[in-house]
């Protein structure tokens, strides 16, 4: 049977980092606050897939007070959910994400950032689509206050080869 979760993270500006969205550096932005690289848009990715499987959420497995995850890629993070997921019998037949924000534009950079997730999940890269989209002016993304992202994964049981 498949499952499917969904994952929303977002996290204010914050100048003394670097932007990481999708673990892909953008340069010229303003960074994001947060515990971890404060990646949101591979938050809502892992999140999407924990709650496939009924595992909770990223705080559970990685909380924000634990010393190991500060600064911590979260590409890292993505790779040990995939690990949870699969000791679970799942695997991914896809991920689909949109980022909110209205800057920077996501479309120049969505390629960078499927290969990225894809690489660290150990999937196809055709099996993760990034998009964009703005608020037009409204809510915190549209004040350009942070960014806010969701995902939603589509996963399948499998049985692993002995």
Sequence with gaps: MHRIGTGFDAHAFCEERALILGGVEIQGCQGLAGHSDADVLSHAVADAILGAIGEGDLGKHFPS??????????????SQVARIMADKGYRIENIDCTVVCEEPRISPHSSAMEQKIADALGIPSDAVNVKGTSTEGLGFTGRKEGIAAMASACLSPYSPKP
């Design 65 to 78: 007070n634990d010393p190991k995850y500060k600064d911590v890629s979260s590409l890292s993070i993505l």
